[in-house]
Structure formats: structure tokens, C-alpha cells
């Protein structure tokens, strides 16, 4: 493989040659979330605590060594590449890393984790975005930055700190892995402004610059990767812009039941020409900075394998990131799935009794439970065979890879 850089506002490999990527998300693996195990959304802290209120902090430690051995594998990697491709983003915990208030609840392997992934990529032909979806602190307030209520990141010099060096870190380890695409410095920050992100962004930037890498790092805007307000002031070649895109929300998430697309939904009506221009301003920003686009995370909740409205909303999302030449990646690869948020590509069927998806209690909320009996038949439902693909989203995604 070859190591990616910007040209121009074009992403090329080392031999100057361009490259789309075009990929998933491996969410739910080094960092859970709770309606991806089918239950409500809490910080993973407290849902590792909860388990540890039933087996105990070290039983709870080893289950999650075991769930991340077997929630992706080297079959994982392999199909995604079978599908045609050739990228993946990998979301992770601090915590794995770094000691923590809840540390006792961790077991801190990240190193061997990333190893591990990167090789398996490496292998395979993929490249991979490494992304630091909860940081010291928390960035936003959020169950998925595993925060306690609150974006303590940004009130706090030592969780800045520890943010920075931890960037370093990782670019000293993983500088001269051309499977890496780069680094995405911080998911879907919320902050009062871009300043304290982007003040941030400058001290991760110079850590991983002076580790002597040269990777493409990835900037996500303010007000969950939305608002890129001032982010064209950074000055290095080698950034790309990462917003997300989960519009309309209503629709796109499945907060209201009732929405259809295309429609009015919220007041506001929702079509083609409605998505093209809330993403013509990524395009304009790239444009502008000479900087690609990497659209970080889209997704749909499919409400019934036979409804066309969400088939439709992600062929025309990704025909638009076509036309703008964005690269992408889904959002997510595997869910046990819930009522609301993108489920996966591969999701579980069923409903065993450790699930009970219909039950007051729900999902993860039953794993100590079920593991002060037996774990082996959760773990061994996380093995990918037990789920089954979505084929009409996939084919969709597909086709946009052909393209």
C-alpha cells in the first residue's frame, strides 16, 4: 500500500495516482454504544459499570476483552473488502489507552487493538481512519464520546493535555503505516464556538508533526461535525474537512415515526434538491482550502425491509457525494439494533432471552444478568455469521463503489 496525501484538493496514493475511499464505520467495537446492543443509550462507562454492579469489575473487564475478539475479526475485514471497499474507520475509547475514574472497568489494550486492526488492513488492501470518537474529558455531552452529561474536554488544560499526547503517541507508533489514512482528531465536538476546537486541533497537529508524520489528519466542525466555521484558517497541506451528515434527522434516525421522504418534515420539505444544498457548503469549503471531503459518518434506520423511502434517501445521498467527489464512509457496519439511530449493514436477528428487546430491560442491560450464569451465548452471538445483511442498503453502496 501507499501512503495517502492531499494534492489540490485530491487525495492520491504514493505513486500520484488518485484514490476515492469509500467504506464503513466499525462502530461498536472499542467503543460501545448502547441502541447498538439493542438497549437505551448511556456512556459506555456506565454501561460496563452496570454489568460490574452484577459480576464484578474484573468479570466485567474480561467480557469486553472477549466481545471486542469476537464483535470483528479478521472475516469482518475480509468481507467488507469482499464487498468492494477499500476503507474503514475505526472509532475508539480513550480509555483503552489512558488511565481513567473508571479505569477499573477497562482493560487497557488499545495498542495491541490498533496493531492488530492496521496488520489486518494492511493485509487486505484497506486503509484505515483512526478516530477519536470519545476523548480525555468528553468533547460533547453525549453517550457517544462516553461522557458523563457534560463536554468536560474543553474546561479542563489536563484532559487538553492528555489529548495531545495521546495524538503523539499514536503518530510516533503509527507514522510509517501507509495503511493508516490519517488521524481523525476529535468525533463530532460541541464547544461554544470553534475557537477552543480548533486551539485544540493546533496542539494535536503540531504533536503529530513533530512525531515526524505526515499523515492527512481529519477535521470535524463544531456542533457535532456540522459548523466548519473558521477551520479554513488551519494552516497544514495535509488536512481533509469531515462533517457528518444525519439530515433530515427526524427521518434519518427514526425520531419520528411518521416522516417520509421526500416530504415535509419538521416544516421543512425534504427532496434531493433540499440534501444537495445543505452539502454544497462542504463542497465550497473544500473548494476554497484546496482540502477534500470526507463525509465521516451518514446512515439510515431502515424501518421494514420493505420500505423504499430510506433505499431512496441513500441513493441519492450518495449520488450527490458522487457529484461533489466525496469520499465516505457509512455509518455502521454491525448493530444488534434498536428503535432508533442507523442500524448496521449486518444486524442480529431474533430475539434471544438475553436481548429481550421488548422488555422493560433491554438489550445490554441484561448481560450480567445473563453473565453471572454464562456469557458464551452472547459472545458467541457477536460472532458476524449470527447476523445477516441488509442487501438493499449494501447494493446501494455498491453500485456508488462501481460508479
Not at 489512558?98 to 479505569?103: A, E, K, Y
Request: net charge positive.
Amino acid at each position: 500500500m501507499n501512503p495517502l496525501q492531499n494534492r489540490r484538493g485530491q487525495i492520491i496514493d504514493g505513486h500520484g495516482k488518485p484514490v476515492r475511499l469509500r467504506g464503513v464505520n466499525l462502530g461498536n467495537w472499542l467503543l460501545v454504544e448502547g441502541y447498538l446492543l439493542a438497549g437505551p443509550n448511556e456512556p459506555e462507562h456506565r454501561i460496563r459499570a452496570c454489568m460490574a454492579e452484577v459480576v464484578g469489575a474484573s468479570q466485567t473487564r474480561a467480557f469486553y476483552r472477549k466481545y471486542q475478539d469476537a464483535y470483528i475479526q479478521a472475516s469482518d475485514l475480509r468481507r467488507i473488502r469482499r464487498w468492494g471497499f477499500n476503507f474503514v474507520r475505526i472509532p475508539f475509547n480513550y480509555r483503552l489507552f489512558l488511565p481513567s475514574p473508571q479505569g477499573r472497568l477497562y482493560a487497557r489494550d488499545g495498542w495491541k487493538r490498533l496493531d492488530w486492526v492496521i496488520k489486518q488492513c494492511s493485509r487486505l488492501g484497506l486503509y484505515c481512519l483512526l478516530d477519536l470518537h470519545a476523548a480525555p474529558g468528553a468533547q460533547n455531552a453525549d453517550w457517544h464520546s462516553d461522557s458523563p452529561g457534560k463536554p468536560g474536554l474543553w474546561d479542563s488544560p489536563k484532559d487538553q493535555e492528555e489529548t495531545t499526547a495521546l495524538w503523539g503517541k499514536i503518530a510516533r507508533r503509527y507514522r510509517d503505516e501507509p495503511a493508516v489514512a490519517g488521524y481523525d482528531l476529535l468525533n463530532e465536538p460541541v464547544a461554544s464556538s470553534t475557537v477552543p476546537v480548533m486551539r485544540l486541533y493546533r496542539r494535536c497537529l503540531e504533536a503529530i508533526r513533530e512525531a515526524g508524520d505526515h499523515h492527512l489528519v481529519f477535521l470535524e466542525g463544531t456542533r457535532w461535525s456540522d459548523d466548519f466555521e473558521g477551520l479554513d484558517e488551519m494552516d497544514d497541506p495535509q488536512l481533509v474537512y469531515s462533517p457528518h451528515f444525519y439530515k433530515p434527522a427526524a427521518f434519518v434516525l427514526h425520531l419520528d415515526p411518521d416522516a417520509a421522504y421526500p416530504g415535509e418534515i419538521e416544516g421543512k420539505y425534504w427532496n434531493k434538491q433540499t440534501l444537495r444544498g445543505e452539502l454544497e457548503r462542504f463542497h465550497r469549503l473544500g473548494q476554497k482550502s484546496s482540502r477534500p471531503v470526507l463525509i465521516g459518518e451518514f446512515g439510515v434506520h431502515r424501518r421494514c425491509p420493505c420500505c423504499h423511502a430510506e433505499t431512496r434517501w441513500v441513493k441519492e445521498a450518495l449520488g450527490l457525494f458522487e457529484s461533489f467527489e466525496f469520499h465516505w464512509t457509512y455509518w455502521v457496519y454491525k448493530a444488534l439494533d434498536g428503535p432508533c439511530f442507523p442500524n448496521g449493514l449486518l444486524q442480529l436477528p431474533g430475539n434471544p432471552s438475553w436481548l429481550r428487546r421488548e422488555g422493560a430491560k433491554c438489550g445490554w442491560q441484561n448481560f450480567g444478568r445473563v453473565l453471572a450464569r454464562s456469557g458464551r451465548e452472547i459472545l458467541s452471538a457477536m460472532d458476524s455469521r449470527h447476523f445477516r445483511e441488509d442487501p438493499i442498503v449494501l447494493e446501494e453502496l455498491q453500485r456508488a463503489v462501481r460508479s
